[in-house]
């Protein structure tokens, strides 16, 4: 270690000359002499005598570290004061004078009222409380007038609304009703009309019964007053004065004859109705199945070719087209085509289409059809008449529907085929059922204590 140094005198004071004409004495403390610290450990440099000396004595001291809040209302919001002065200001009055205009156009005129006691001014504020309350009670009055009027409104409007809406409620229904009867689609309309269509024959009929009666034979002379009675119930006392009366057994063979070929004329004529009645229930229920059939075909393949929606687990659903989606509508296309009355060029490019379509399988439907596409080109290029061959594109387009619908050509017709899914449930069971004989075989080989 390095000797200790001796301590440096330090003088009490010193004089400094601040300026040319003034001195200034500083007074130095003396109570700490520059004494070298004591060496607490370091290095020194070999190569050139430097030395390093501990951090201890080298390094200021750190001030301790205190946790301060920074964000806090403090610290975020500013403290402002107000403060409130009055300026001298100068100002004084200035009356007319000679020399001097003054504009008084804004001056009022001021003059001393009645002086009013103490009784006076209760007086009148009594005055004015009651005129306040009028005029409040007014007011409330009047809102709950208004209150009671749009309430009143409302009731109306709703009244009228609902009014409406049932008027309208009972026209579509009657509309509905009529159009059901005027062209029926579906299977309850038809039952509606079979069902109507027998009230009326039979109304019809007891109405041929009570107008013309069988004759009465005179055998049975007590039956005519039994005929005569249910002829009456059925007619009214109304009706039975003008009707036909019945042939009783004092009539002559002549009357009985005639009120024979009336009854039978009369129910020849309801037959001839029944007749026509029938035939255009029929014409209806053959233009339902069509219109239906069409409905069926279009929805389904619409179905088909409808794009897969697909949902991810965030919820999120992605919309794609796989490749028996748009085989699917590829095929839709061309029935579509198929149905729409074109030039001879284009449809022989139509047919030309069709063909290549179905020469990709080889079965006896894709042979029937490529046999009428071929019979159809032959036609066309002999330069027939489109409607000698409209049975010919009929069944073509009717083989057509059926390629589109077998789920071996058209992935997407699964869902439709009542075979392939019957199929599938076939191949579903019989899975189900040599897994479980499968089952069956293991525990049995456990229990004998047999292991593969």
Same mark, same amino acid.
């Given at each position: 270690?390095?000797?200790? @140094?001796? @301590?440096?005198? =330090? ?24 004494? &070298? ?10 190569? *050139? ?15 301790? +570290? ?7 209302? /403090? ?19 200035? =009356? &007319?004078?000679? #020399? +001097? ?18 009784? /006076? ?58 159009? !059901?009867?005027?062209? @029926?689609?579906?299977?309850? *309309? ?7 269509? #027998? ?17 009465? %034979?005179? $055998?049975?002379? /007590? ?36 009120? !024979? ?7 020849? $004529? ?14 209806? !229920?053959? !233009? ?6 069409? %409905?069926?075909?279009? *929805? ?13 687990? *965030? ?28 030039? @001879? ?26 046999? +009428?596409? #071929?019979?159809?080109?032959?036609? +066309? ?43 599938? %449930?076939?191949?579903?069971?019989? $899975? ?21």
């Amino acid at each position: 270690p390095e000797p200790e @140094p001796e @301590p440096v005198a =330090m003088p009490a004071f010193i004089d400094v000359a601040v300026s040319p004409s003034r001195v200034v004495r500083v007074v130095i403390d003396s109570a700490g002499s520059h004494v &070298k610290p004591r060496f607490v450990g370091g290095y020194r440099d070999t190569r *050139d005598g430097t030395k390093y000396h501990h951090a201890q004595i080298q390094t200021e001291r750190q001030t301790e +570290l205190r946790y301060v809040e920074k964000y806090t209302t /403090e610290t975020q919001t500013y403290e402002l004061r107000s403060r409130t002065t009055e300026t001298t200001r100068e100002s004084s009055t200035q =009356m &007319k004078r000679p #020399d +001097l205009m003054l504009d008084d156009k804004n001056d009022v005129v001021v003059r001393v009222g009645k002086y009013v006691t103490a009784e /006076e001014t209760k007086a009148i504020k009594a005055e004015k409380a009651v005129t306040l309350q009028r005029f409040a009670r007014g007011a409330r009055d009047r809102r709950r007038r208004d209150a009671l009027r749009n309430k009143r409104d409302a009731e109306l409007t709703a009244a009228e609304v609902a009014l409406e809406t049932a008027r309208l409620a009972e026209e579509r229904k009657r509309l509905f009703d009529i159009e !059901r009867r005027v062209r @029926p689609r579906t299977d309850a *309309d038809f039952k509606l009309l079979q069902r109507e269509f #027998d009230e009326w024959r039979l109304k019809e009929t007891a109405k041929i019964d009570a107008a013309f009666p069988a004759p009465v %034979e005179a $055998e049975a002379p /007590e039956s005519v007053a039994v005929a005569e009675d249910e002829r009456r119930r059925a007619l009214g006392a109304g009706l039975y004065s003008t009707a036909t009366l019945a042939v009783s057994a004092a009539a002559d063979a002549d009357g009985a004859a005639v009120a !024979r070929e009336r009854r039978r004329r009369a129910m020849a $004529e309801l037959l001839a109705k029944e007749t026509k009645m029938l035939l255009a229930m029929e014409r209806l !229920r053959r !233009r339902a199945a069509e219109e239906n059939e069409k %409905e069926r075909v279009r *929805d389904a393949l619409e179905d088909m070719a409808a794009s897969k929606h697909w949902e991810k687990k *965030d919820g999120a659903v992605v919309i794609v087209d796989t490749t028996q989606v748009i085989r699917a509508r590829e095929l839709r296309a061309l029935y579509e085509a198929c149905q729409v009355s074109c030039s @001879p060029s284009e449809r022989l490019e139509l047919l030309r289409h069709l063909k290549w379509t179905v020469r990709e399988f080889s079965t006896k439907l894709t042979k029937d059809i490529a046999e +009428l596409i #071929d019979r159809e080109s032959d036609l +066309l290029l002999r330069r027939r008449d489109p409607a000698t061959m409209a049975g010919l594109r009929k069944r073509l387009s009717g083989l057509f529907l059926q390629f589109i619908e077998t789920p071996e050509f058209n992935p997407e017709a699964f869902r439709y085929s009542v075979a392939a899914l019957a199929k599938a %449930e076939r191949e579903a069971e019989r $899975e189900a059922e040599r897994a479980a004989r499968a089952e069956r075989i293991r525990r049995s080989r456990e229990s004998r204590g047999v292991y593969e």
